[in-house]
Protein backbone atom coordinates (compact mmCIF):
# COMPACT_ATOMS: atom_id res chain seq x y z
CA UNK A 1 0.00 0.00 0.00
CA UNK A 2 1.32 3.02 -0.60
CA UNK A 3 1.91 5.62 2.02
CA UNK A 4 -0.88 8.16 1.14
CA UNK A 5 -3.04 5.46 0.84
CA UNK A 6 -1.92 3.77 4.48
CA UNK A 7 -2.28 7.53 5.49
CA UNK A 8 -6.01 7.70 4.00
CA UNK A 9 -6.97 4.91 5.79
CA UNK A 10 -5.60 6.22 9.16
CA UNK A 11 -7.76 8.90 8.70
CA UNK A 12 -10.70 6.82 7.45
CA UNK A 13 -10.59 5.00 10.71
CA UNK A 14 -10.00 8.29 12.98
CA UNK A 15 -13.43 9.72 11.18
CA UNK A 16 -15.05 6.01 12.06
CA UNK A 17 -13.63 5.69 15.70
CA UNK A 18 -14.49 9.47 16.69
CA UNK A 19 -10.92 9.62 17.42
CA UNK A 20 -7.73 11.40 16.05
CA UNK A 21 -4.92 9.54 15.16
CA UNK A 22 -2.92 11.30 18.16
CA UNK A 23 -4.10 11.35 22.11
CA UNK A 24 -3.21 14.96 22.48
CA UNK A 25 -6.04 17.42 22.06
CA UNK A 26 -5.83 20.26 19.41
CA UNK A 27 -3.31 22.74 21.20
CA UNK A 28 -4.93 25.11 23.66
CA UNK A 29 -3.90 28.95 22.43
CA UNK A 30 -6.02 31.53 23.68
CA UNK A 31 -6.46 31.80 27.82
CA UNK A 32 -8.90 33.88 29.07
CA UNK A 33 -7.38 34.94 32.83
CA UNK A 34 -9.94 36.07 35.69
CA UNK A 35 -8.29 37.69 38.92
CA UNK A 36 -5.54 39.03 36.56
CA UNK A 37 -5.30 42.51 38.40
CA UNK A 38 -4.47 39.77 41.41
CA UNK A 39 -1.01 39.05 42.99
CA UNK A 40 -1.34 35.81 41.04
CA UNK A 41 -3.32 36.52 38.87
CA UNK A 42 -0.33 39.41 37.03
CA UNK A 43 2.47 36.22 37.66
CA UNK A 44 -0.22 33.71 35.14
CA UNK A 45 -0.40 36.64 32.73
CA UNK A 46 3.36 36.91 32.47
CA UNK A 47 4.14 33.33 32.30
CA UNK A 48 1.65 32.69 29.73
CA UNK A 49 2.85 35.33 27.86
CA UNK A 50 6.56 34.07 27.88
CA UNK A 51 5.02 30.38 27.06
CA UNK A 52 3.45 32.05 24.27
CA UNK A 53 -0.14 32.18 24.67
CA UNK A 54 -2.56 34.79 23.54
CA UNK A 55 -3.97 35.93 26.83
CA UNK A 56 -7.41 37.81 27.29
CA UNK A 57 -7.63 39.44 30.61
CA UNK A 58 -10.80 39.74 32.54
CA UNK A 59 -10.87 42.46 35.02
CA UNK A 60 -13.18 44.71 37.49
CA UNK A 61 -10.83 48.03 36.65
CA UNK A 62 -9.30 48.58 32.87
CA UNK A 63 -7.38 51.17 33.48
CA UNK A 64 -5.45 49.39 36.88
CA UNK A 65 -5.14 46.35 34.44
CA UNK A 66 -3.72 48.55 31.28
CA UNK A 67 -1.00 50.09 34.35
CA UNK A 68 -0.31 46.92 35.94
CA UNK A 69 -0.02 44.35 32.69
CA UNK A 70 0.96 46.43 30.50
CA UNK A 71 -0.34 47.00 26.01
CA UNK A 72 0.50 43.36 24.89
CA UNK A 73 -3.00 41.83 26.23
CA UNK A 74 -6.83 42.07 25.26
CA UNK A 75 -8.29 43.48 27.92
CA UNK A 76 -12.30 43.27 29.02
CA UNK A 77 -14.26 44.08 32.33
CA UNK A 78 -17.22 42.35 34.17
CA UNK A 79 -17.40 41.20 37.52
CA UNK A 80 -17.55 37.37 38.37
CA UNK A 81 -20.84 38.18 40.51
CA UNK A 82 -22.43 39.34 37.38
CA UNK A 83 -22.99 36.38 35.03
CA UNK A 84 -23.99 38.56 32.24
CA UNK A 85 -20.81 39.68 31.94
CA UNK A 86 -19.07 36.51 31.63
CA UNK A 87 -20.28 35.30 27.47
CA UNK A 88 -18.54 37.98 26.15
CA UNK A 89 -15.00 37.66 27.99
CA UNK A 90 -14.72 33.58 26.99
CA UNK A 91 -16.08 33.91 23.61
CA UNK A 92 -13.25 32.43 21.38
CA UNK A 93 -11.49 31.13 24.33
CA UNK A 94 -10.03 27.67 24.35
CA UNK A 95 -8.96 28.05 28.55
CA UNK A 96 -9.23 30.37 31.50
CA UNK A 97 -7.15 30.53 34.35
CA UNK A 98 -9.06 31.82 37.84
CA UNK A 99 -7.04 33.28 40.38
CA UNK A 100 -9.80 35.21 42.00
CA UNK A 101 -10.25 35.44 45.60
CA UNK A 102 -12.43 37.55 48.02
CA UNK A 103 -11.01 40.76 48.97
CA UNK A 104 -12.78 41.65 51.91
CA UNK A 105 -14.92 38.98 54.62
CA UNK A 106 -18.11 40.73 54.65
CA UNK A 107 -19.82 43.08 52.71
CA UNK A 108 -20.81 42.36 48.55
CA UNK A 109 -17.77 40.93 47.56
CA UNK A 110 -17.02 38.61 50.52
CA UNK A 111 -16.18 34.42 50.29
CA UNK A 112 -19.69 33.14 49.59
CA UNK A 113 -20.22 35.99 46.80
CA UNK A 114 -16.86 35.54 44.70
CA UNK A 115 -15.55 32.23 46.08
CA UNK A 116 -18.09 30.39 45.64
CA UNK A 117 -21.18 32.33 43.70
CA UNK A 118 -18.57 33.83 40.99
CA UNK A 119 -16.87 30.51 40.54
CA UNK A 120 -19.94 28.72 39.72
CA UNK A 121 -20.89 31.88 37.28
CA UNK A 122 -17.75 30.89 35.74
CA UNK A 123 -18.06 27.09 35.37
CA UNK A 124 -21.63 27.59 34.29
CA UNK A 125 -20.29 30.23 31.49
CA UNK A 126 -17.29 28.31 30.38
CA UNK A 127 -19.61 25.38 30.03
CA UNK A 128 -22.03 27.02 28.12
CA UNK A 129 -19.01 28.62 25.94
CA UNK A 130 -17.49 25.41 25.35
CA UNK A 131 -14.02 25.75 27.08
CA UNK A 132 -11.83 23.46 26.48
CA UNK A 133 -10.28 23.56 30.28
CA UNK A 134 -11.16 25.71 33.34
CA UNK A 135 -7.46 25.64 35.72
CA UNK A 136 -9.02 27.14 39.62
CA UNK A 137 -6.85 28.48 41.91
CA UNK A 138 -8.07 27.37 44.94
CA UNK A 139 -6.41 26.84 48.56
CA UNK A 140 -5.27 23.76 50.80
CA UNK A 141 -7.45 23.30 53.90
CA UNK A 142 -10.30 23.68 51.76
CA UNK A 143 -11.83 19.86 53.64
CA UNK A 144 -11.21 21.22 57.19
CA UNK A 145 -13.95 23.28 58.51
CA UNK A 146 -12.49 24.17 62.06
CA UNK A 147 -9.49 25.45 60.04
CA UNK A 148 -8.99 28.81 61.77
CA UNK A 149 -8.84 30.86 58.64
CA UNK A 150 -12.92 30.21 58.43
CA UNK A 151 -13.70 31.51 61.35
CA UNK A 152 -11.02 34.61 60.32
CA UNK A 153 -12.01 35.32 56.88
CA UNK A 154 -15.59 34.87 56.31
CA UNK A 155 -15.76 30.70 56.44
CA UNK A 156 -13.63 31.27 53.03
CA UNK A 157 -12.26 27.42 53.09
CA UNK A 158 -15.70 26.45 53.12
CA UNK A 159 -17.14 28.83 50.11
CA UNK A 160 -13.94 27.91 47.97
CA UNK A 161 -15.05 23.86 48.67
CA UNK A 162 -18.41 24.91 47.11
CA UNK A 163 -16.85 26.19 44.11
CA UNK A 164 -14.89 23.84 43.48
CA UNK A 165 -17.73 21.55 43.77
CA UNK A 166 -19.68 23.85 40.62
CA UNK A 167 -16.56 23.73 38.53
CA UNK A 168 -16.91 19.38 39.15
CA UNK A 169 -20.22 19.72 38.24
CA UNK A 170 -20.07 21.90 35.56
CA UNK A 171 -18.63 19.07 32.88
CA UNK A 172 -15.77 21.50 31.49
CA UNK A 173 -12.50 19.64 31.98
CA UNK A 174 -10.94 21.46 34.69
CA UNK A 175 -7.95 21.47 37.30
CA UNK A 176 -7.91 22.34 40.79
CA UNK A 177 -5.05 23.80 42.33
CA UNK A 178 -4.84 23.92 46.12
CA UNK A 179 -1.78 26.23 47.43
CA UNK A 180 -0.35 26.51 50.54
CA UNK A 181 -0.32 29.73 51.84
CA UNK A 182 1.05 32.72 48.91
CA UNK A 183 4.83 34.58 49.35
CA UNK A 184 5.78 36.81 47.04
CA UNK A 185 9.39 35.20 46.65
CA UNK A 186 11.38 34.13 43.91
CA UNK A 187 10.09 30.94 41.91
CA UNK A 188 12.20 27.78 40.81
CA UNK A 189 14.04 27.67 44.02
CA UNK A 190 13.19 24.53 45.61
CA UNK A 191 11.09 21.29 45.35
CA UNK A 192 7.27 21.79 44.05
CA UNK A 193 5.22 18.82 46.44
CA UNK A 194 2.32 17.81 44.66
CA UNK A 195 -0.40 15.63 47.41
CA UNK A 196 -4.04 14.56 47.37
CA UNK A 197 -6.64 14.54 50.06
CA UNK A 198 -5.62 18.04 51.70
CA UNK A 199 -3.61 16.74 54.05
CA UNK A 200 -2.78 19.14 57.21
CA UNK A 201 0.99 19.77 56.34
CA UNK A 202 1.93 22.24 58.86
CA UNK A 203 3.18 25.31 57.85
CA UNK A 204 3.10 25.18 54.23
CA UNK A 205 3.89 27.71 51.59
CA UNK A 206 4.52 28.49 48.11
CA UNK A 207 5.76 31.97 46.05
CA UNK A 208 3.06 32.95 43.60
CA UNK A 209 5.69 32.70 40.61
CA UNK A 210 5.25 28.69 41.37
CA UNK A 211 1.79 28.44 41.41
CA UNK A 212 1.56 30.21 37.96
CA UNK A 213 4.02 28.33 36.44
CA UNK A 214 2.01 25.66 37.46
CA UNK A 215 -1.55 26.91 36.57
CA UNK A 216 0.13 27.18 32.85
CA UNK A 217 1.55 23.53 33.15
CA UNK A 218 -2.07 22.69 33.22
CA UNK A 219 -2.65 23.64 30.38
CA UNK A 220 0.51 22.45 28.59
CA UNK A 221 -0.66 19.36 29.48
CA UNK A 222 -4.56 19.25 29.62
CA UNK A 223 -4.58 15.40 29.32
CA UNK A 224 -2.27 14.96 32.11
CA UNK A 225 -4.02 17.51 34.65
CA UNK A 226 -7.81 16.16 33.85
CA UNK A 227 -10.34 16.96 35.91
CA UNK A 228 -7.68 16.39 39.02
CA UNK A 229 -7.33 18.26 42.41
CA UNK A 230 -3.94 18.44 44.42
CA UNK A 231 -2.44 20.76 46.61
CA UNK A 232 1.13 22.18 45.93
CA UNK A 233 4.08 23.44 48.36
CA UNK A 234 7.34 24.22 48.26
CA UNK A 235 9.96 22.25 50.15
CA UNK A 236 13.91 21.84 49.95
CA UNK A 237 15.05 19.88 46.76
CA UNK A 238 15.37 19.97 43.34
CA UNK A 239 12.67 21.57 41.15
CA UNK A 240 10.24 19.42 39.07
CA UNK A 241 12.01 19.22 35.35
CA UNK A 242 8.92 17.07 34.23
CA UNK A 243 5.55 18.45 35.13
CA UNK A 244 3.79 16.30 31.98
CA UNK A 245 5.15 12.98 34.40
CA UNK A 246 3.80 14.51 37.79
CA UNK A 247 0.61 15.84 36.62
CA UNK A 248 0.13 12.39 34.93
CA UNK A 249 0.82 10.50 37.93
CA UNK A 250 -2.15 11.85 39.92
CA UNK A 251 -5.38 10.22 40.37
CA UNK A 252 -8.61 11.64 38.90
CA UNK A 253 -11.29 13.37 41.07
CA UNK A 254 -13.86 10.35 41.70
CA UNK A 255 -16.85 10.50 38.21
N1 LIG B 1 -3.05 34.51 50.38
C1 LIG B 1 -2.77 33.24 50.60
O1 LIG B 1 -1.88 32.89 51.39
C2 LIG B 1 -3.54 32.19 49.87
C3 LIG B 1 -3.36 30.84 50.20
C4 LIG B 1 -4.02 29.85 49.47
C5 LIG B 1 -4.87 30.21 48.43
N2 LIG B 1 -5.05 31.53 48.15
C6 LIG B 1 -5.93 31.86 47.01
O2 LIG B 1 -5.11 32.08 45.87
C7 LIG B 1 -5.80 32.96 44.96
C8 LIG B 1 -4.87 34.10 44.56
O3 LIG B 1 -4.52 34.83 45.72
P1 LIG B 1 -3.77 36.25 45.59
O4 LIG B 1 -3.45 36.68 46.98
O5 LIG B 1 -2.66 36.17 44.59
O6 LIG B 1 -4.97 37.11 44.98
P2 LIG B 1 -5.32 38.66 45.16
O7 LIG B 1 -4.06 39.48 45.00
O8 LIG B 1 -6.11 38.87 46.42
O9 LIG B 1 -6.22 38.93 43.88
C9 LIG B 1 -7.57 38.57 43.85
C10 LIG B 1 -8.10 38.87 42.46
O10 LIG B 1 -9.49 38.56 42.44
C11 LIG B 1 -10.16 39.62 41.78
N3 LIG B 1 -11.56 39.70 42.19
C12 LIG B 1 -12.06 39.74 43.45
N4 LIG B 1 -13.40 39.84 43.42
C13 LIG B 1 -13.74 39.85 42.08
C14 LIG B 1 -14.97 39.95 41.38
N5 LIG B 1 -16.13 40.06 42.04
N6 LIG B 1 -14.95 39.92 40.01
C15 LIG B 1 -13.79 39.82 39.34
N7 LIG B 1 -12.58 39.74 39.95
C16 LIG B 1 -12.56 39.75 41.30
C17 LIG B 1 -9.39 40.86 42.21
O11 LIG B 1 -9.70 41.95 41.36
P3 LIG B 1 -9.37 43.49 41.78
O12 LIG B 1 -7.90 43.68 41.43
O13 LIG B 1 -10.30 44.27 40.94
O14 LIG B 1 -9.63 43.60 43.26
C18 LIG B 1 -7.97 40.35 42.07
O15 LIG B 1 -7.59 40.43 40.72
C19 LIG B 1 -7.08 33.39 45.68
O16 LIG B 1 -8.13 32.53 45.31
C20 LIG B 1 -6.72 33.13 47.13
O17 LIG B 1 -7.87 32.93 47.94
C21 LIG B 1 -4.41 32.51 48.82
Redesign the pocket.
Given at each position: MSIDRRALLVLLLALVCGCSATARPPAIGKVLV????????RLVVRELQRQGFTVRA????AE?ARRLLGDELEIVT????DPASLPAAMAGMDALIS?????SATGP?RPE???FE?VRNLAQAAAKAGLRHFVL????GVTHEDHPLNKMFGD?LIW?ARGEQALRASGVPYTIIR????VNEAGGQGRLVVVQGDPQVGRATVP?ADLATVCVAALFYPEASRNKTFELYRSDGEPVSDWQAVLAALAPDPA
Open positions: VGATGQTGFVRDKGDVKAIGARDKVDGVSSMVKPGGLR
